[in-house]
């Protein structure tokens, strides 16, 4: 196992696994995606608050979802929801399927983010595909997702 561990590591060196990668393209991502947010408005958002509009949906979505969705817990995803509700993002509704349930739904201010966030991702995604090349681009996706896939099934942390 050690001599594996050494091959694997031979490119980089320590720093350079699966999740330290992960991790790089994940805050080089929100570093652009926030950044850009800002320039068009959206000033008051954070990181933290994309566990929250990464999932959110236009009809509305349960926080125990979002929880699941995000592999956070229902309570760092409640307070999440309670801070973009002060800031006009969101606002909580009975779940017209269960009176009980209260669902997160966007205002229009978080439509607005919503539909500028999607276009910068477009954006993203687009500068990528023509650096790699779209059919290269697409398999890195869906090899990308089979590791997510596999790697949640391992885990209980990933089964939330």
Sequence with gaps: MALEARRMY???????????LAGKLLFAVQGELFERLHDEGFD????????????????GIRATALAKLSGQAKQAVGLIVDDLEKLGYV???????????KLVVPTDRGLAQMAAADAIMADVMARHASKLGAAKF???????????????????????
């Design 91 to 101: 606002q909580r509704r009975p779940d017209p399927a269960d009176r009980r349930a």
């Design 44 to 59: 008051d958002i954070v990181p933290r608050h994309g566990v929250v509009l990464a999932y959110l949906r236009a009809d």
């Design 10 to 20: 031979r490119n980089g060196g320590r720093g350079d696994d699966l999740g330290v």
């Design 138 to 160: 697409d398999q890195f996706l869906s090899d990308f997702r089979a590791i997510i896939d596999h790697q949640r099934a391992e885990t209980r942390a990933g089964a939330q």
